[in-house]
């Protein structure tokens, strides 16, 4: 069934009573080609793509909840590419091009919405950074524009320019930086690799590996054993437990991030704001809510529970940039359980048990990475070769001194 | 039955409603204090003791807002937290986004307006999406909007136009919000019966109790109610238990506070409104608690049928308890619909209160029993079997259609202009989910309960799913009893003595989640805020989104400014329904903070404008604010001159003119922030060896030496200078930005790895002020200030420190240097910073002393290729790119670090190695951070081959320099490169990085 | 959360900073053959339970000591906090 206005202009006058499931229910098959462990934003991803761009057939997604339990429904939504090493700009360039064209592509409105991404400077050593990170991202191909104080004046009018404590000295501006509505990125991809013939299966937790000899021949599940010729794992928070039972240590850490969401407000936040010289940003959902976040929590947790310290860091945040919405008020808040690397990159691997592969790391910046992810991810999977944009994101690269990080932060996860 | 009165007219007001709605004496509304107030324009008057809700029903006002998507009219449907039409825009001052009408008390002056409805609230455009219905079910929004390609902004930005609710002001809040910590054995939350019975019980063993409710007075459910407590009515003994908590100093009592948010170890969050300081905007109480009494009550949910949501429909509490406790009645003819027993207290109640009551419109097969005779005395009549088909009226319920099963399903329609319902009761078990428990289904109240929590805490009364009066005030009790008890308080065992309370008959509830709708076309509201409906979840079903956080999230059901308090249960029992599953097994979903929105100025509190991070000064700070310093952020917080311009100088002006001071004449650099820790102990040889890259045991006392500090994993940490000041006591400097991190580091492996060596560790970063005198004339400014010790060449050498006087200050001086040239770095007390910086001044004043920013010093060190880290050094870079690999000891047997840097790629393969560039055009700086970039491939990913990571044009060179990271680096010197810049490419040729006096002359001078 | 500090008793977590896994008291030996790779497992591999863990809690804005906590990553919940001094000393580290 493909959605189209026609088709709900159709629905709606005969009783909307012909809209059929977005995605079956199918009972878990003996073995398939792949069983991707996650279903999650990324798993379902590499799920579509695998099927779709790879044309593998004999595929299934197995989930221990429902899907887009994890961090794809939890996050602030916001989808950018301004990167500055080498190893990740490329790969997230390659994600925000996916983006643009993903609704067309899976025939399902995950509302991108490219209304830019500013990240104020409030120093000269800030604006030096900014300018070093513009430059690594037009040379990637990506837009990047430094602006001033009159330029971010332009766009958010509403920020406190002179009074603050951090007064605001001008911004990166990535104009093609948004957001996306993030379940239905979820749902999306379900609903695209469903229409490919893949078996998505809920309530189905793995709980263990099939490994005979260093080769991965299926997983133990909650709903029986399934064979297959390749498991691929994506399951972000869970990684360190899940790839246990493949006896694997990973270089990754589970922390809590918290994400907000006010009451709905008429339009007020243009694009997405961060502020630079504290942890926090936000921007708008289409219903009027204010979407922000800020900083992890900064200790072990696989609670989907944060804790108040941070929150209250995150309004400080809010309010040093824009104090009028001091009166704004806070809806919601919740905790997801995010999978941190030790240099704040992501993996995307085979691993050393053959037949075996494992996507994760991606810290509290998976989601803009997920149609990338999925892509890179399948492509791996099915050519046996890492995609050119995601050759650097390998788990052995501490073993070697190749580490990607970002904020120069070092083997410390919750400083990434 | 009570007279209906009219409400007198002040003169000052024209326009004026009249408040025909109001009864003449029922309710705690005070009569003799009227106040005048604006709704959407227009005048009305209500009382002290009013909401802006119960003084708008007072007037007769029926439609307060519009829903989110329909647009369709709304009237107030509760009487407290748990509204979700009532939303208004407060303005004026006060202005407030999004405030619910039915916890907002009246006053003097109070302005505002609905939200989402344009032009008025009565005649609303977006209305029009209301008869457009059918096409904008659930989730349509994914299916459509999608041509052409990536467009989906062109429809958003009309789509956010007419969503979101209320207005951000666009101007700061007056007053203040802060924040109080407290510390209590017993929280009670809640001061209805049970949380009054508990405080009481609690507060009488002596334990400090903290009793907080988010009403403007105790009493809860009872504030409007007819219960009777020994004979009197309850209110009396609310009354009586406040006073007694209220004289008990043990006893803390908060009104109008709520409970939002319920963290680890009983760490609460209590938002206060209007304190009791004027200044104070909001307070936030952050409450450890030893126990924790939820006693959070219920809130009645209402009923899912056609239309549900017309103006007129209000839960019956709400009816009742707006004519029990502000004397309004919200209608005046009125049917009651239910599936419990509940109602028809509610039913009497509206009845005495002058409502004419037609008809209680049952579900149930039998009503109760024991209230049918006072009924039939008011002449209300009971339908059972019955249900309501349809609601009449557009603007306000003008009649409702019943149709009855044991009448042969005929459809009766009854005239009323108040239609009371009530679905049973949700006991409010968010704190309790939030604290870590799973709520429980319980099929007798057809609602979730506490389950067990991992925290000291525990429910009470009706938040437990017990809503007898009396078994409140004993559940109460016993947990005000044991929570005290277990702080060690069990002296009191008796607790309060439990009253007498009216009989109250078993709720009897049939669970009920959706009333036949008689037409495909009808519609009945869950989710009332965001206009989710009973088809909305059985289309989500259908399209396979089966789990209950699939179907909020697709249909956005119970994710209104209501949180769900209202729908919830009522969403997962249709959906078990639907699903054929009980509503146990659907599950609910974890309730998260804030159980109440709470607001960004509160979570803040006083640390907003400057004071969210105070920045650091120095004792010179001043000075340069008032001598033309252009001071910013550098990093620790403090903010330094970038560099001093004189009247009508440009930043370059100012910074070429230092610059060339210092490398002719002299200049003086407030060097204060520098990082410093003292190091003492025996052991602090054996300790530096392992820290730095280099090695420690040789140097004399009176002498320094420049270290490297790697972090574990092999990367630039840190790198200054330490002196040894005396036998066993060291000084190290650090970079300013890493100072605390670098103590950490410190302390970590003398904490945790190497607890046996026998050193201690001082940050002295603010003790000492750090003044540098230099440039070639250094000595001569040095000697001028009495100096009291030989700085010649021969006595005081590079690398020397001494303990001496300067212009009569105790100081030590040190030859070091971070421009290159002549430089003596005096230390003093900061005490007397200022006074040394004036001495020098005047000292130099001859030799035209200038005094230097932080950028003129970068570009100093530029010219001399001293590394920065965070630059150069930049968490990228090993010891060994930034050109540094004499500092790592050849003979030393282990540091921090060194098997790191031993990895493969560090060892072999190209690495990004620091050079120095000459721009093939003088005059072009490049930028820091542009790319140096290899034309000759299209690899995108491997284009970039460098960066600048500083530019600088050199007045003492009198052409651009740059310094830059570069693959390979030292083997390409002399060639050119290509710079890739915001505008067009440019070249340079890669040179040592070293641009002034190689062999360092001037600085051993 | 709270930390019952073994000196000062129970101190608020905002007072702590968090670095990892208590194993990190643990450093390889530098002169064991196989060095390399085990400051590579030492420095980037990790545990990560779900469940009890012991992990390094240090007193930033109070006394600055180091602690070992036990705590469940799971519920939050601390079972046993030990100066990291202590911890270290019984575990001889000392070279």
């Known amino acids: 069934m493909n959605y189209s206005g026609f088709r709900v202009f159709w629905e709606g006058l005969t009783g909307n009573a012909g809209w059929k499931p977005a995605w079956r229910d199918p009972d878990p098959r003996a073995e398939y080609d792949i069983v991707i462990v996650g279903g999650g934003g990324h798993g379902l991803a590499t799920a579509y793509y695998l099927a779709k761009e790879f044309g593998q057939r004999n595929i299934a997604v197995v989930e221990k909840g429902w899907i887009g339990s994890g961090n794809v429904g939890r996050n602030t939504t916001i989808v950018r590419s301004n990167y500055l090493l080498p190893g990740n700009e490329p790969f997230y360039e390659f994600s925000l091009k996916l983006w643009e064209g993903l609704e067309q592509d899976f025939n399902f409105n995950a509302m991108v919405s490219q209304r830019g991404i500013v990240n104020l400077y409030h120093s000269d050593a800030q604006r030096d950074a900014f300018a070093r990170r513009g430059n690594a991202m037009r040379l990637a191909g990506a837009d990047a524009v430094l602006l001033d104080q009159d330029g971010i004046r332009e766009l958010c009018p509403f920020l406190d320019f002179d009074n603050a404590r951090f007064p605001i000295r001008g911004g990166l501006w990535q104009p093609r930086g948004g957001t996306v509505r993030h379940d239905a990125v979820a749902w999306g991809y379900a609903r695209g690799a469903d229409k490919n013939g893949v078996d998505i299966l809920q309530n189905c937790e793995v709980t263990g590996f099939q490994i005979d000899n260093g080769v991965c021949k299926g997983v133990e599940t909650s709903r029986g054993k399934i064979r297959a010729k390749k498991v691929a794992v994506c399951v972000a928070g869970s990684s360190s437990r899940v790839m246990e039972r493949a006896g694997m240590r990973l270089p990754i850490e589970s922390h809590v991030l918290q994400a907000f969401v006010t009451e709905g407000l008429k339009p007020i936040i243009p694009g997405v704001i961060t502020f630079g010289a504290g942890h926090f940003y936000v921007s708008q959902s289409d219903k009027g809510g204010l979407v922000f976040g800020g900083d992890i929590d900064g200790y072990n947790t696989y609670a989907q529970r944060g804790n108040l310290p941070v929150v209250e860091d995150v309004c400080e945040g809010g309010m040093a940039i824009m104090p009028m919405i001091g009166r704004a008020r806070v809806l919601r808040m919740w905790g997801g359980v995010v999978d941190m690397s030790m240099d704040g990159s992501p993996f995307i691997d085979k691993t050393a048990i053959e037949g075996l592969y494992f996507n994760g790391g991606w810290c509290y910046g998976g989601f803009k990475a997920t149609p990338a992810s999925g892509y890179c991810y399948a492509h791996l999977i099915a050519r046996g070769e890492p995609h050119p944009v995601a050759v650097d994101y390998r788990l052995d690269r501490f073993r070697h001194g190749a580490m990607i990080d970002e904020k120069g932060a070092g083997a410390q996860p919750n400083l990434h | ?541 259908r399209e396979g989104y089966r789990s209950v956080e699939l179907v909020k999230r697709y249909t956005t059901a119970g994710m209104g400014i209501d949180q769900g308090k209202t729908g919830n249960v009522n969403i997962i029992g249709l959906l078990a329904e639907i699903t054929d599953t009980a509503p146990g097994s659907v599950g609910t979903t974890s309730f998260r903070p804030a159980y109440s929105p709470i607001s960004f100025g509160a979570m803040a509190g006083t640390d907003s404008t400057d004071l969210i991070m105070p920045w650091r000064r120095t004792p010179v700070t001043d000075w340069f604010i008032a001598n033309g310093g252009h001071l910013d952020e550098t990093g620790a917080l403090f903010r330094r001159p970038l560099f001093i311009a004189k009247p009508g100088e440009t930043a370059g002006d100012a910074i070429n003119r230092e610059a060339l001071a210092v490398r002719n004449g002299v200049g003086i650099y407030d060097g204060t922030p520098l990082g410093k820790i003292s190091i003492k102990g025996p052991d602090t040889v054996t300790f530096l060896d392992r820290v730095y890259t280099n090695s420690w045991g040789k140097l004399p006392v009176g002498r320094c030496k420049f270290g490297y500090m790697l972090h574990d994993d092999g990367r630039l940490l840190d790198d200054g200078v330490t002196f040894r000041l005396s036998e066993d006591h060291y000084l190290m400097s650090t970079g300013s930005g890493v100072a605390e991190v670098v103590l950490k580091h410190l302390e970590k492996l003398l904490h945790c790895e190497w607890p046996d060596l026998d050193v201690y560790l001082t940050p002295v970063t603010d003790q000492w002020a750090v003044l540098c005198v230099c440039g070639p004339k250094a000595r001569e400014v040095m000697l001028a200030a009495n100096t009291d010790i030989d700085v010649s060449r021969e006595a005081f050498k590079f690398l020397d420190t001494r303990f001496c006087r300067v212009a009569g200050i105790d100081a030590r001086v040190s030859r070091v240097t971070y421009t290159g040239e002549l430089s003596f770095e005096i230390v003093v007390a900061s005490r007397h910073g200022r006074r040394l910086w004036d001495a020098l001044l005047s000292a130099g004043e001859k030799y035209d002393i200038t005094p230097v920013g932080s950028d003129t010093s970068m570009l100093l060190r530029t010219e001399k290729a001293f590394i920065a880290a965070g630059l150069e050094g930049d968490g990228y870079a090993n010891i060994h790119d930034v050109g540094m690999g004499w500092v790592v000891a050849d003979d030393k047997t282990d540091f921090i670090g060194k098997r790191s840097t031993m990895r493969d790629l560090n060892i072999g393969g190209p690495r990004p190695e620091i050079v120095g560039l000459l721009p093939t055009e003088k005059d072009f700086v490049p930028s820091k951070g542009s790319p140096i970039i290899d034309t000759d491939t299209a690899d995108e990913a491997q284009r970039m081959i460098g960066m600048v990571t500083i530019g600088f044009h050199s007045p003492n060179l009198n052409r651009s320099i740059a310094l830059a990271q570069l693959r390979d680096g030292r083997s390409r010197m002399g060639d050119t490169v290509t710079l890739f810049t915001k505008k067009r490419l440019a070249t340079a040729q890669v040179c040592n990085p070293v641009f002034i006096d190689p062999d360092g002359e001037r600085m051993r001078s | 959360m709270i930390i019952e500090h073994p000196l000062l008793g129970p101190r608020d977590a905002a007072e702590f900073t968090y670095l990892g896994d208590a194993a990190m008291i643990d450093r390889p030996d530098w002169q064991s053959g196989d060095a390399i790779r085990e400051f590579h497992d030492y420095l980037y591999l990790r545990d990560n339970p779900a469940g009890e863990h012991r992990e390094l809690w240090f007193h930033e804005q109070g006394d600055r000591s180091w602690l070992v906590v036990t705590r469940n990553t799971t519920t939050h919940e601390i079972t046993k906090v030990e100066l990291a001094r202590d911890t270290a000393l019984a575990s001889g580290r000392h070279r």
């Open chain 2, 1 to 541: 039955m009570q007279k209906v009165t009219r409400c007198v007219q002040p003169r000052r007001t024209k326009v004026m409603v009249e408040s025909t709605f109001r009864l003449d004496a029922a309710g705690r509304v005070d009569r003799s204090h009227k106040l005048a107030f604006k709704f959407n324009d227009r005048k009305y008057v209500g009382y002290a003791g009013d909401t802006l809700a119960s003084a708008l029903l007072a007037n007769g006002v029926s439609i307060v807002g519009r829903s989110f998507k329909y647009h369709r009219p709304r009237g107030i449907m509760s009487a407290g937290i748990e509204e979700t039409n009532a939303i208004v825009q407060l303005l004026g001052d006060a202005e407030e986004p999004n405030v619910t009408a039915t916890t907002l008390p009246l006053y003097e002056g109070l302005e505002a307006r609905s939200v989402n409805a344009w032009p008025s609230v009565n005649v609303d455009v977006g209305s029009i999406n209301n008869f457009f219905h059918r096409f904008i079910p659930a989730g349509f929004y994914y299916k459509t909007f999608m041509w052409p390609g990536n467009r989906w902004d062109w429809y958003g930005r009309a789509i956010r136009k007419v969503a979101g609710w209320g207005t951000a002001p666009r101007k700061p809040a007056g007053g203040r919000y802060e924040h109080r910590y407290h510390h209590c054995d017993v929280l009670v939350v809640g001061a209805g019966p049970t949380g009054l019975a508990a405080a009481l019980s609690a507060g009488r063993s002596g334990a400090r109790v903290l009793l907080v409710d988010n009403q403007t007075e105790a009493g809860g459910g009872l504030l409007g109610s007819s219960a009777v407590i020994d004979g009197s009515p309850a209110i009396a003994w609310v009354a009586d238990s406040v006073q007694e908590i209220d004289a008990m100093p043990n006893v803390v009592r908060l009104a109008e506070a709520s409970a939002t948010g319920y963290y680890d170890q009983n760490y609460l969050t209590i938002l206060e409104r209007r304190p009791d300081k004027s200044w104070v905007k909001e307070r936030l109480w952050k409450v450890r608690a030893r126990q924790v009494v939820l006693a959070t009550g219920a809130i009645e949910r209402p009923l899912t049928f056609a239309d549900n949501d017309r103006p007129g429909v209000m839960l019956a509490s709400a009816a009742s308890n707006y004519c029990l406790r502000f004397g309004v009645m919200p209608g005046r003819t009125a049917v009651v619909f239910t599936n419990n027993n509940g109602s028809y207290q509610h039913a009497l109640e509206l009845a005495d209160s002058g409502i004419e009551v037609k008809a209680i419109v049952d579900l149930r097969a039998q009503a109760d029993a024991g209230a049918c005779a006072a009924l039939a005395a008011r002449n209300i009549e009971i339908l059972p079997r019955s249900r309501i088909a349809r609601v009449k009226g557009a603007g306000r319920v003008s009649a409702v259609d019943v149709i009855s099963s044991n009448g042969g399903n005929k459809r009766r329609r009854i005239r009323c202009d108040l239609l009371a319902v009530s679905g049973g009761w949700n006991p409010n078990v968010q704190l309790h989910s939030q604290s870590g428990g799973r709520p429980e289904y319980n099929a007798d109240i057809a609602s979730f309960v506490p389950g067990t929590s991992p925290q000291d805490e525990m429910s009470a009364g009706a938040c437990r799913g017990q809503f007898r009066l009396s078994t409140c005030l004993e559940e109460g009790r016993d947990a005000g009893l044991r929570a005290a008890s277990a702080c060690g308080f069990d002296e009191c065992d008796e607790g309060i003595a439990l009253p007498a309370c009216s009989p109250e008959p078993d709720l009897d509830i049939l669970a009920t989640w959706e009333v036949t709708l008689p037409k495909k076309s009808s519609r009945a509201f869950l989710d009332f805020n965001n206009d989710v409906t009973s088809k909305d979840i059985r289309l989500a079903v």
